[in-house]
């Protein structure tokens, strides 16, 4: 079940909330516990009803396996080997339900062999479920579980709570549950819940009116990357920047909306990452939920910075190529991982250096350097990511629209080609492609320069200066929502 369907906003999101929070005003607290995650469940189960048991066996294995490393002695050697089985089994489970086509597919290449390739369907968000079980047996192992003894009912709601069951945030065991025996998250908060609507509003438009509108002009540039020019390949690319950051960023703003209703409080997981002045900040602020958990249970059990510098960048290298593999199984996201780790390599060995950029130079090489990786992480292989990459760095020429007799033409002196404005096959709007690069233009001065919907739900006031323009637009993203559409992550 998607967030920008009618299904979702009409009917299951108010019954939801209406019987949970109805059963919690008469005291039936467990009752309600019972419904969310019965309702969590299903709307899980929606798309695909046989992958609902596989998840139902990931939770109560997991949980199993929680309990048992939990009751054997802190950090023993019962406890680390009941921990490594685990991480084992969720790894084979991923495993062969994500990787099994790759694996085999690069066998086949490799040794030109001719193994069977299983067509397996990807279920829904089993990257998002199995690594966040993971990390509550590896919190189990460390002994942050022992205080809270959750039973089923609360694990499982842990793992299955529907805003974030999808597509994240990603969240930690201490992060959710303590709210849910919390007995004032149990009585209806008409601020809570005002504020929640806000976010979800903003987070609809973001995906409905942004990411949705720009897809078109994602899919023309990269269905054909060996005949773009120029400024059809920046086109493209710039394109799915912000088609995959208002897209992602949308969906993460209404989880966190959704949650509020509940009086749950989910981490943010976007800071407007494309005003980034360094590598290091841009994973400071995208999918921070993503970058904590890859700090906390991949680079700092690595050994982190404690090993000196060589065995620092290691790490990084380590973290970020198996952080592009846990995004898609292919070996485009595995570069994509590896080009990011060698960003923030030398982003700390610059940093050693003490030589300081002014903030927008940092901007600008940031922005362009993350650009660059998403051309990576869209393509369909190597050879499009290449033609495509090879065309936006001018190896093919440098072709912008323009007159050639016109105020440009001194342009030609410097190598670069003015062609009529109606003649590019792959920029949209035909003879007219102007509102198009405007548009682009638009997005990028406002992740630049604009708040984000943090900021702007931090400035909401209940008056109707505010209620107008946000009950405007969110009854015009309500009327767009006929044509339903995935989320980028839908199935990771």
């Not at 570069?335 to 700390?348: A, D, R, S």
Request: aromatic share 18%.
């Amino acid at each position: 079940m998607l967030f920008n369907s009618y299904i979702f906003i009409f009917v299951f999101l108010p019954i939801t909330l209406i019987v949970f929070f109805g059963l919690a005003r008469y005291r039936y607290l467990k009752m309600a516990k019972i419904w969310l995650a019965i309702t969590s469940l299903f709307f899980y189960g929606y798309w695909n009803p046989p992958y609902l048991i596989l998840m139902i066996l990931s939770i109560v294995f997991n949980h199993q396996m929680g309990q048992a490393i939990d009751k054997a002695e802190l950090k023993s050697k019962e406890a680390k080997t009941l921990l490594w089985i685990g991480i084992i089994i969720n790894l084979l489970t991923i495993g062969y339900y994500k990787y099994a086509e790759f694996s085999l597919a690069s066998i086949n290449g490799i040794f030109r062999s001719n193994l069977s390739i299983p067509e397996v369907i990807l279920p829904l968000a089993i990257s998002f479920y199995t690594f966040t079980q993971i990390a509550y047996l590896v919190d189990a192992y460390r002994g942050e579980t022992k205080e809270y003894k959750y039973d089923l009912l609360t694990y499982s709601l842990f793992v299955t709570f529907f805003p974030q069951l999808i597509a994240g945030p990603i969240l930690r065991h201490d992060e959710l549950i303590p709210q849910f025996n919390k007995l004032k998250n149990f009585i209806f908060s008409h601020k809570n819940f005002g504020y929640g609507l806000v976010l979800f509003s903003l987070g609809l438009c973001k995906k409905v009116l942004i990411a949705d509108n720009v897809s078109p002009w994602v899919a023309t540039a990269f269905n054909n990357p060996s005949e773009l020019v120029f400024i059809e390949a920046w086109f493209g690319a710039l394109s799915y920047t912000f088609q995959l950051y208002f897209d992602f960023s949308g969906y993460s703003d209404m989880a966190i909306g959704i949650g509020m209703m509940f009086n749950i409080k989910l981490p943010i997981n976007f800071d407007s990452p494309y005003k980034a002045i360094s590598i290091s900040d841009f994973w400071r602020r995208w999918h921070i939920t993503l970058s904590n958990f890859l700090k906390d249970y991949l680079y700092i059990p690595l050994g982190g910075s404690r090993q000196g510098e060589i065995k620092r960048y290691t790490n990084l290298l380590t973290t970020m190529l198996l952080g592009g593999l846990w995004h898609g199984a292919g070996w485009t996201f595995i570069v994509w991982g590896g080009l990011h780790g060698t960003y923030l390599c030398i982003n700390h060995a610059w940093r050693k250096l003490k030589i300081t950029l002014p903030k927008f130079v940092g901007w600008g090489i940031t922005f362009i350097a993350v650009v660059v990786g998403w051309v990576l992480f869209r393509a369909e292989n190597f050879s499009d990511a290449t033609a495509m990459l090879k065309t936006m760095a001018g190896f093919n020429g440098i072709i912008l629209p323009g007159n050639a007799g016109g105020r440009f033409s001194f342009l030609s002196n410097l190598g670069i080609q003015l062609q009529a404005w109606g003649s590019f096959d792959y920029l949209p709007g035909g003879s007219n492609p102007k509102p198009h690069l405007a548009a682009i233009i638009g997005l990028l001065l406002g992740v630049a320069f604009l708040p984000n919907t943090q900021e702007i739900l931090q400035k909401l006031k209940p008056t109707w200066w505010w209620a107008i323009p946000i009950g405007g637009v969110t009854g015009y993203c309500l009327l767009c929502v006929n044509r339903v559409s995935e989320f980028l992550y839908f199935q990771f």
